[in-house]
């Protein structure tokens, strides 16, 4: 089988064994949710509704408040507790939406269209899109119905769907390509008629055969959607690269993929058009693969959006004594969690458990020059030059040498030998330069 890839990168262990064969299991209805009002990349949403009121599934609690922003709507049916500070997976206080369970779940539909899709036209889809709450599902969390509205001069000539799932651990999107392959395709031409693009690909790496089977077949009488196998790498699922890989175009730096007329979206965020559009359902689930050594029985879950941790975790047997960190995502781009209280948000892939043993103490060294962390770079810079740069305070060089075309993929300090934290300094450089280019501004 011929793959495809991008050039550097890197080959962490993948760990998928663990949940890559675990069938997709709902969480049931929780007894209260913890809803942010930003789950998205974005201004935050305003809530439109106040303790005491009584909502249904799938009512909107919380709109949009400017271009880039996306709709956030109720995961059950109950009443309002309280609209407050709780704590997020990013790591702060933020302010969320408490509805406590009460009485039989009711829905509210997302629209009232009754034609087929195919008869509606491009605006009303978008509508939905919008009305509908959908953000990237691949972790960026990006509004849909702003990625799929580009400028007039920016002609979309390819679309790919991103079924690469490169992180180690995490399996969702593995899962759903197999077990909800209608509803991606579909979800995937409405998508191609928004774009007005003929052709599809779907970008699939090669530790997945079963789901580049099921893709296959489930395409082949649809001449404009073609199944790319792809190389087992990292960060094989990130934009830039994927695109280099199906396609062979580079963005340029400080480009967007719209740059080179391309636009990619994520297998489950594809199944959330689908839902939107046909079932008019909005963007109240999330799958997320709970696993890692830690967790009694690893599962793919199907969970409501504001479900804490704590509940998906209890579901899966909950946790082993020796448990050492719990992250939200994979090892290489998650977030390191300080409670279990956290809800799951749109953004919210994995949530991986591991213990003192998978999480061993790394000492750092001096670097020894070995150029390890310049061949990972699939950006091609020299990860060492910029950490130095901010650990010395250079901003402005660190800036200069490219730091802010660092998509933070992790690959650097997982090659380097030394165990030097190059990504989290190199973070840490981009926060304070953005902060001195706001004062400037």
Not at 269 to 282: G, L, M, R
Not at 327 to 339: D, K, T
Not at 386 to 415: P, T
């Amino acid at each position: 089988m011929k793959v495809s890839s991008f050039k550097h990168g890197s080959h962490p262990a993948e760990f998928k064994e663990y949940t890559e064969h675990k069938t997709l299991e709902p969480l049931p209805i929780p007894e209260e949710v913890f809803i942010p009002v930003i789950q998205h990349i974005g201004a935050p949403c305003k809530p439109v509704v106040k303790v005491g009121d009584e909502v249904k599934t799938g009512q909107l609690i919380a709109e949009s408040t400017g271009f880039v922003s996306s709709n956030i709507h109720s995961s059950i049916t109950g009443k309002v507790k309280k609209i407050g500070d709780f704590p997020h997976p990013n790591g702060t206080k933020s302010p969320m939406i408490q509805i406590v369970a009460e009485g039989d779940e009711e829905w509210v539909k997302v629209h009232d269209h009754t034609e087929p899709w195919g008869e509606m036209s491009v605006e009303q889809l978008k509508k939905i899109i919008a009305d509908a709450g959908i953000v990237g599902m691949g972790g960026a969390a990006f509004p849909t119905n702003v990625k799929v509205s580009p400028p007039r001069d920016k002609k979309i000539e390819t679309f790919i769907i991103n079924g690469c799932e490169c992180e180690p651990y995490l399996t969702a999107d593995h899962r759903m390509m197999v077990e909800q392959a209608k509803e991606m395709i579909e979800g995937t031409q409405i998508l191609m008629k928004i774009l007005d693009v003929e052709k599809a690909f779907i970008g699939i790496e090669s530790n997945k055969p079963d789901a580049i089977e099921i893709m296959q077949k489930s395409t082949e009488h649809l001449p404009g959607i073609t199944i790319i196998p792809l190389k087992v790498k990292y960060p094989q699922g990130a934009e830039k690269m994927l695109i280099k890989a199906v396609n062979k175009r580079e963005v340029p730096a400080g480009s967007l993929p719209m740059d080179v007329g391309c636009v990619v979206n994520n297998v489950g965020t594809a199944i959330a058009v689908y839902e939107a559009v046909v079932k008019k359902i909005p963007s109240i689930n999330r799958i997320v693969t709970v696993t890692g050594d830690a967790v009694t029985e690893p599962k793919n879950v199907i969970a409501r959006i504001g479900t804490p941790f704590s509940k998906l975790i209890e579901f899966c047997g909950g946790l082993k004594p020796d448990t050492k960190k719990i992250l939200m995502g994979g090892p290489m781009m998650g977030v390191a969690q300080y409670s279990l209280d956290v809800p799951v948000v749109k953004a919210t892939s994995g949530i991986l458990c591991l213990t003192k043993k998978s999480v061993p103490y790394r000492e750092e060294f001096t670097c020894i020059v070995c150029g390890r962390c310049v061949h990972a770079c699939p950006m091609f810079l020299v990860p060492t030059r910029i950490a130095r740069a901010v650990e010395a305070g250079k901003f402005e060089m660190a800036d200069e040498l490219g730091i802010m075309n660092c998509i933070e993929c992790g690959s650097c300090a997982y090659e380097c030998p030394s165990n030097i934290p190059l990504v989290q300094r190199i973070r840490i450089g981009k926060n304070k330069i953005r902060e001195m280019k706001n004062k400037k501004s």
